[in-house]
């Protein structure tokens, strides 16, 4: 249902005026075709390093991502008006190399060693974090003046507060984040998002997912997943490799999912809006901001 609806919601499938029925049977005939390779005498193999690859590497590098797009970049330009571009990467970086650090000397421990190093790569990956946190705030330039709300206009989570926002609205008009009587009715109101959101979208979760794909991926490294040749383990890497190359093309070139009206030409070629497609652009304009909402509108 997912993957249908996303391509239903693409410019592709309004001009081919493929509705949600058709989109589906799309789909579900190419899974009933690319399934027979499982029928083969080696279709339990491929079905073995497809779901080891798939549900170990795969989703948890997809739900890492979801979670960085959401809580880092998702109302950074709102940060960078309030202490300047500068600080709010400072302390971007310094929060990525400081849990990247951690889970590498992490998973690189010795198992006979009798240092813990989960908590060396702990202790290394706070100090990086705290330290660019300090930076950060020591550096700023902008509106925000005081030491507190540098430090939460830095460190806030204003992305997943702003979807809490939009979601907790349909339930109460009125409902700000950050007001206690807010919070508390949605903290209580089972519907609504509380508080705990934000905080696990930006911090807990882009580590903890993370870490568990570097176990996965320092547990293959020592030995070959069960005991498979290395041209079977091949094939997964392809897959993972397949499946974060779509990712980052769509990060890099998101105007490959907007309708050919964007291009600013009344009747453009497929060649003038690929060209267009393909110039490198992640901040939608005030233009195409507007043509999209009016697309949602109707």
Same mark, same amino acid.
């Given at each position: 249902i997912a993957f249908t609806t996303v391509i239903e919601d693409a410019w592709f499938a309004r001009k081919w005026n493929l509705n949600k029925a058709a989109l589906t049977g799309i789909v579900c005939l190419t899974g009933f075709l690319l399934g027979f390779i499982y029928l083969f005498d080696t279709g339990y193999f491929f079905m073995d390093i497809a779901d080891h690859y798939l549900s170990d590497w795969c989703l948890m590098l997809i739900g890492f991502f979801q979670a960085v797009a959401c809580g880092w970049v998702y109302q950074a330009p709102y940060q960078a008006k309030?202490?300047? @571009?500068? +600080?709010?990467?400072?302390?971007?970086?310094c929060?990525?190399?400081? =849990?990247? #650090?951690?889970?590498?000397?992490?998973? +690189?421990?010795?198992?006979? +060693?009798?240092?813990?190093?989960?908590?060396?790569g702990v202790f290394i990956g706070m100090f990086v974090w705290v330290f660019g946190l300090?930076?950060?705030?020591?550096? +700023? !330039?902008? @509106?925000?003046?005081? =030491?507190?709300? !540098? =430090?939460w206009c830095i460190a806030g989570w204003h992305g997943p507060d702003m979807i809490r926002r939009m979601v907790n609205k349909q339930y109460e008009p009125e409902w700000e984040p950050g007001h206690a009587k807010d919070e508390l009715r949605a903290a209580i109101r089972p519907e609504m998002i509380s508080a705990p959101f934000g905080f696990l979208i930006k911090y807990i979760i882009p580590g903890v997912l993370l870490l568990l794909v570097g176990l996965a991926l320092s547990k293959d490294l020592k030995e070959p997943y069960s005991g498979y040749s290395m041209s079977w383990?091949? #094939?997964?890497? #392809?897959?993972v490799v397949a499946v974060l190359s779509c990712m980052l093309i769509l990060f890099l070139f998101p105007r490959l999912w907007y309708d050919m009206k964007y291009t600013g030409e009344e009747n453009p070629s497929f060649s003038t809006w690929l060209k267009w497609a393909f110039t490198p652009k992640t901040v939608t304009t005030m233009e195409e901001t507007k043509l999209t909402t009016e697309r949602s509108v109707a």
């Open positions: 309030r202490v300047g @571009r500068f +600080s709010v990467v400072l302390y971007d970086i929060f990525f190399v400081a =849990i990247t #650090l951690g889970v590498i000397i992490a998973v +690189s421990g010795n198992e006979d +060693s009798d240092v813990d190093v989960i908590w060396v300090v930076a950060a705030v020591l550096l +700023s !330039k902008g @509106r925000v003046n005081g =030491i507190r709300d !540098k =430090i383990n091949l #094939l997964g890497i #392809l897959i």
